[in-house]
């Protein structure tokens, strides 16, 4: 009776809207939960502090991307611009 159940990944996210919308948010969230490459180091430890802010666990590299995910596009700029 005292064992601890695990909540399932869709009872956590309640997301209204149809079926389609909900598969898409936990393939979104299952990607966001994920580590991320970093686009300084190139190691796979980044990880999202919060909404579109991502940071690197190896290097401390902290910059913004998507809000679910982080945005290559978005990593490479501020790569080459910390770079010089
Ligand atoms: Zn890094």
Do not use: D, N, Q
């Not at 005292?2 to 979104?28: C, D, E, Q, Y």
């Not at 686009?39 to 502090?49: D, E, F, T």
């Amino acid at each position: 009776m005292g064992k601890r159940r695990r909540p399932k990944l869709t009872a956590i996210i309640r997301t209204r809207g149809g079926l389609s919308v909900r598969r898409r948010w936990i393939s979104i969230v299952a990607k966001m939960r994920e580590r991320h490459t970093c686009p300084r180091c190139g190691m796979k430890a980044v990880k999202r502090v919060s909404v579109g802010v991502w940071e690197c666990r190896k290097c401390g590299f902290k910059f913004s991307g998507g809000a679910y995910t982080p945005s290559t596009k978005v990593g490479e700029a501020m790569a080459k611009k910390v770079k010089g």
